[in-house]
């Protein structure tokens, strides 16, 4: 689903935005200071956990690795997913775009 939601928003993005802003992946816009700065294109980012691999003691450590895992997310340019794969004592981790 959360790559179904990915797909949606960048396809529909465009919409949003002039022909040449697309072309070029950002815009232009003045900051808070006033200075003119490039602004990335909207996207999403999302962490994921799977939990039919792994045991957790509580809802807050399920928060825990899915802003660990959107962090990791967010570090790359566009929507995109990272899904927190690790198993009770392994640290693997896949990563999707």
Same mark, same amino acid.
């Given at each position: 689903m959360a790559e179904e939601i990915i797909q949606c928003i960048d396809n529909w993005i465009g919409e949003f935005y002039s022909v040449e802003d697309v072309k070029q992946g950002y815009v232009e816009a003045t900051d808070r200071e006033g200075n003119q700065r490039q602004h990335s294109l909207v996207s999403i =980012?999302?962490?994921? !956990?799977?939990?039919?691999?792994?045991?957790?003691? =509580?809802?807050?450590? !399920?928060?825990?690795?899915?802003s660990e895992t959107k962090k990791l997310a967010k570090k790359r340019r566009g929507s995109n997913i990272v899904v927190d794969q690790r198993r009770q004592r392994s640290t693997e981790r896949v990563i999707r775009q």
């Open positions: =980012s999302m962490g994921t !956990i799977d939990l039919s691999q792994r045991q957790v003691g =509580s809802a807050q450590q !399920i928060v825990d690795v899915c």
